[in-house]
């Protein structure tokens, strides 16, 4: 069993910066693939930014390329999403999840294209305005 703890997000006008934090705990050594999600309202769930533990490869959307970075404390396992000039249409609640394994772009575009189980963060609201 894994536990997803989430932290950062609030509110932020437009233009500026948010940094999101996601700690696993529990049997985190099968778990190899970490990313950040989102569920604006009226909208479908969307991934934004995944990465690997091992090689730390990522994939971005496209709304999140140039302005979000993601990275990972393989040591605290920890993965984090640091988000500048953030506009209103990221407005959303963010979900970081972890799976065992994945191919990063499938998984990116469908949380369901994994290996084994998704662990899910409580999630956190990020308000731009």
């Known amino acids: 069993h894994v536990q997803l703890v989430e932290s950062g997000g609030g509110l932020v006008q437009p233009g500026g910066s948010l940094n999101l934090s996601c700690a696993a705990i529990?049997?985190?050594?099968?778990?190899?693939?970490m990313g950040w999600f989102r569920q604006a309202p009226g909208k479908e769930r969307e991934g934004v930014a995944v990465?690997?533990?091992?090689?730390?490869?990522?994939a971005y959307a496209d709304s999140a390329k140039g302005r979000f970075i993601i990275s990972r404390d393989n040591s605290k396992m920890t993965w984090s999403l640091q988000m500048n000039n953030l506009k209103s249409e990221d407005t959303a609640v963010y979900y970081c999840?972890?799976?065992?394994?994945?191919?990063?772009?499938?998984?990116?575009?469908?949380?369901?294209?994994?290996?084994?189980?998704?662990?899910w963060g409580q999630g956190t609201q990020v308000t731009v305005s």
């Open positions: 999840a972890v799976v065992t394994g994945c191919t990063l772009v499938p998984w990116l575009r469908d949380p369901g294209q994994k290996s084994g189980p998704i662990n």
């Open positions: 529990g049997k985190t050594n099968v778990l190899n693939c």
């Open positions: 990465i690997t533990r091992i090689h730390g490869g990522t």
